[in-house]
């Protein structure tokens, strides 16, 4: 999601933005991590809800990787000379993210058939170390790349990948994207981040998209659901 729709080139992006999303990602990790965990054996129902958000989360990763790899490295790397070494880190990181995925898609389905205990416990084992992998990817990318974007790519550039990522979010999930930016967000941060978005956004998420999030972590998290 993309809450910026201007392309003055002589205006610096919005990288606080990245944060925001890349929290998300932090947080559901973890959560799907604990979540499976404390899962019944052979409670086959629950199972099949955190085997589909965790469907949903890897698909949002993995477009977000995607979304820099083609998008935003391409431009970013002509101005970097010796520093280019981070930025194809990233990239390096992003195919490494890629194996642990796969290998935690694997374990998702063997245990979403059953929700057996012993599937379980390595499910979680798995989802621990991909948190782990995913942590330190961020904030390396954080840390050491988002200052560079700051420096040498264009609001029109930065807004093009965000406009990626939001074209590639079904329209039914935008209100639960937007939900999930601002969760973790200070009312700083979501009043600076809210204004930038046009004003139907800003409606519907007020007359609809609240409630629409709410339930959506009442359903996945149980009595975890935020207050």
């Known amino acids: 999601m993309t809450s910026s729709n201007t392309s003055d080139s002589t205006v610096h992006p919005y990288t606080r933005e990245m944060a925001m999303i890349h929290q998300v990602f932090r947080r559901e990790s973890r959560l799907l991590a604990e979540l499976v965990q404390e899962v019944r054996p052979a409670d086959t129902a629950r199972a099949r809800i955190l ?13 977000h990787h995607t979304g820099e790899d083609e998008m935003l490295w391409p431009v970013l790397l002509p101005h970097l000379g ?14 490494e993210l890629d194996e642990g995925i796969a290998e935690v898609q694997g374990l998702m389905n063997r245990w979403e058939a ?11 084992e798995a989802l621990r170390r991909h948190y782990r992998q995913l942590c330190a990817h961020l904030d390396e990318e954080e840390r050491e790349i988002m200052p560079l974007v700051a420096l040498h790519v264009t609001e029109k550039q930065w807004h093009a990948v965000g406009e990626r990522g939001l074209a590639e979010t079904p329209r039914n999930r935008l209100m639960i994207a937007l939900g999930a930016i601002l969760e973790d967000t ?3 941060q979501r009043q600076e981040f809210l204004a930038r978005l046009p004003l139907p956004a800003r409606v519907l998420w007020k007359l609809l998209g609240q409630r629409q999030y709410r339930r959506e972590t009442d359903r996945i998290r149980g009595r975890r659901a935020t207050g």
């Open 51 to 63: 085997a589909e958000h965790w469907r949903l989360y890897a698909v949002g990763l993995h477009a």
């Open 82 to 95: 010796l520093d280019a070494e981070q930025a194809l880190a990233m990239e390096a990181q992003h195919r």
């Open 114 to 124: 059953q929700a057996l205990p012993e599937d379980r416990d390595e499910l979680a």
């Open 186 to 188: 200070s009312p700083e």
